[in-house]
Nanobody, 121 residues
């Protein structure tokens, strides 16, 4: 059973930085062979895709709202994906989720339980 586990959330002042980690266990292959995504959901809002990393890291996607501030990356040796968040704003406050496209059909099959990020203004 694939299980992503997020960590690194917390309370930070506006303008600050956080790095979220997602350790994925139960993968058949190296994490580099999976499309990985970070999503977030703020209270009263729908879940949105924040950043995405394709297989072999050949392509990345960022939501317009985080471009230039967030960076997604992975460490294959640790089977971990990161989301470096700089220049945080109050509107970045949300629960952040890591997800794995385990089959390669451009659908996310496994989700973590989420980590809370709160940005105070």
């Amino acid at each position: 059973q694939v299980q992503p586990v997020e960590s690194g959330g917390g309370l930070v002042q506006a303008g600050g930085s956080l790095r979220l980690s997602c350790a994925a266990s139960g993968l058949t292959f190296s994490i580099s062979r999976y499309r990985m995504g970070w999503f977030r959901q703020a209270p009263g809002k729908e879940r949105e895709l924040v950043a995405e990393l394709s297989r072999s890291s050949s392509n990345t996607y960022y939501a317009d709202s985080v471009k230039g501030r967030f960076t997604i990356s992975r460490d294959s040796a640790k089977n971990t994906v990161y989301l470096q968040m700089n220049g945080l704003k109050s509107e970045d406050t949300a629960v952040y989720y890591c997800a794995v496209d385990a089959i390669g059909d451009f659908r996310y099959d496994y989700w973590g339980q989420g980590t809370q990020v709160t940005v105070s203004s």
